[in-house]
């Protein structure tokens, strides 16, 4: 009898989605996958929780889907659960000069008494203009802000995008008017989400994962990552896993870290990569807190403490979380903000801001979580897309997938699995 080939064994540092639908592919390809996440619970910033009264899970930070994401949508189909994706129309507001206006359509924005007139039409042409456009390379080099009042405007890029850069990444100069176009390009109307909540296609990946032989340890902190001749040594809790190949799926500063001694290449071209963090308060509430089924409320004022208010229940029903309304209130925010220390004691900066967009606030919550992720999205540099990392590094068998690999398009979960396809494609292509 001929013996029995030894399966590659890869360890996979991370375990959100590209780390899973990564996992899974390798899995199914015969591999022996071992995945290992510092959280108990898996997904990154598709993560979600669910009360006893609830049918579905509510994500941790909001998170839907645009039609345009076929990647994914590719993925559910390979996995059978295509049926369980659906999209549907969902409002869109600005809240700004203490109102609140539709953005939806360009009859929206011809209303949109904040600019003058002629500053509309520009501003609707500029939005029009851009999703016609297709991707060229010179866009990486072009400040946003020098671009925008040219395409759009300068009253509508001082008053409607301006803001939110600075809101955003604390800065607006240097973002690439790249980063711009992805973002005006995939956006439309109609919204997709996962029937139950993201968290059960997360649950379901790790079940697959499993029953192909691979493993998955929750609550699971990798210390440190080293090379022993040929073979890769994890370190985490006191203990040492061996592996052939081991993949790092976590934030570009995470992996630098913690593989530090073997990627001083990748230290020099990466250390001063920047990133912002994630927080928000989700809400329960008692009643609606935005007008006229709103799903969506960008913040155009200058100075306030959060970018968005989402009303996940204005998009979803809320027969799913026990009659509940569910409201997202954050944005991003420099590592260093006070809101990633003082946490829940937060609220009290939040809550005059609520009040100025429904007064009834105070007396509408029931109950209120706070999240926050400290690497939540990379802040772009000017002449990025010479700089993508590749899916390999300088370390043979040691392979990497961040959000700073998906240049020019936004973080996103289509694009954390159309880049785990294509690392598994090149990790298979790998002898030895």
């Known amino acids: 009898m001929e013996a029995t080939e030894k399966r590659e064994k890869i360890g996979i540092v991370g375990g959100g989605i590209g780390g899973l639908s990564l996992g899974w592919k390798l899995a199914k390809d015969g591999k022996e996958v071992v995945i290992f996440e510092k959280e108990e619970k898996l997904g990154g910033l598709v993560a979600g929780f669910r009360l006893k009264k609830w049918l579905w899970y509510c994500d941790f930070f909001y998170r839907h889907l645009f039609p345009s994401d076929r990647e994914l949508r590719k993925f559910l189909k390979v996995l059978g659960k295509q049926k369980k994706l659906f999209f549907q129309k969902a409002k869109t507001a600005v809240f700004i000069k203490g109102k609140v206006f539709n953005f939806d359509s360009p009859g929206d924005i011809l209303r949109f008494s904040p600019l003058s007139f002629f500053s509309r039409l520009r501003l609707g042409g500029g939005v029009a203009l851009l999703k016609l456009l297709p991707f060229f390379s010179f866009y990486d080099f072009l400040p946003v802000n020098k671009c925008l009042p040219l395409l759009m405007g300068r009253e509508g890029a001082e008053k409607v995008w301006q803001p939110l850069f600075i809101q955003k990444f604390s800065q607006e100069k240097a973002i690439p008017f790249s980063w711009f176009w992805a973002r005006v390009k995939k956006r439309t109307g109609q919204l997709g989400y996962y029937q139950g909540g993201w968290q059960k296609l997360i649950n379901f990946l790790k079940k697959e994962i499993e029953e192909s032989g691979g493993r998955v340890k929750r609550g699971f902190k990798v210390e440190k990552i080293k090379k022993d001749n040929k073979r890769f040594l994890i370190y985490g809790k006191g203990k040492t896993f061996s592996f052939d190949k081991v993949i790092l799926t976590t934030p570009l500063p995470v992996a630098l870290k913690i593989a530090g001694s073997l990627l001083q290449e990748e230290k020099e071209k990466f250390s001063q990569a920047k990133y912002v963090g994630a927080a928000v308060f989700v809400l329960r509430l008692k009643n609606d807190f935005l007008p ?118 936004d973080r996103g979960m289509n694009f954390a699995v159309k880049e785990a396809w294509k690392l598994a494609e090149v990790i298979e292509k790998e002898k030895g």
């Open 292 to 409: 006229d089924n709103i799903y969506w409320l960008s913040i155009l004022e200058k100075d306030w403490p959060f970018t968005v208010v989402v009303e996940q229940t204005h998009f979803l029903k809320k027969h799913f979380y026990g009659g509940d309304d569910l409201v997202y209130i954050g944005g991003y925010y420099p590592l260093s903000h006070p809101i990633f220390s003082e946490k829940e004691e937060y609220w009290s900066v939040f809550l005059p801001f609520l009040k100025k967009i429904n007064p009834r606030i105070e007396t509408m919550v029931k109950e209120r979580k706070f999240f926050s992720y400290p690497f939540a999205q990379p802040v772009p540099e000017l002449g990025w897309g010479k700089k993508v990392p590749s899916l390999k590094t300088s370390v043979p068998g040691l392979f990497w997938l961040n959000m700073n690999h998906i240049y020019p398009w």
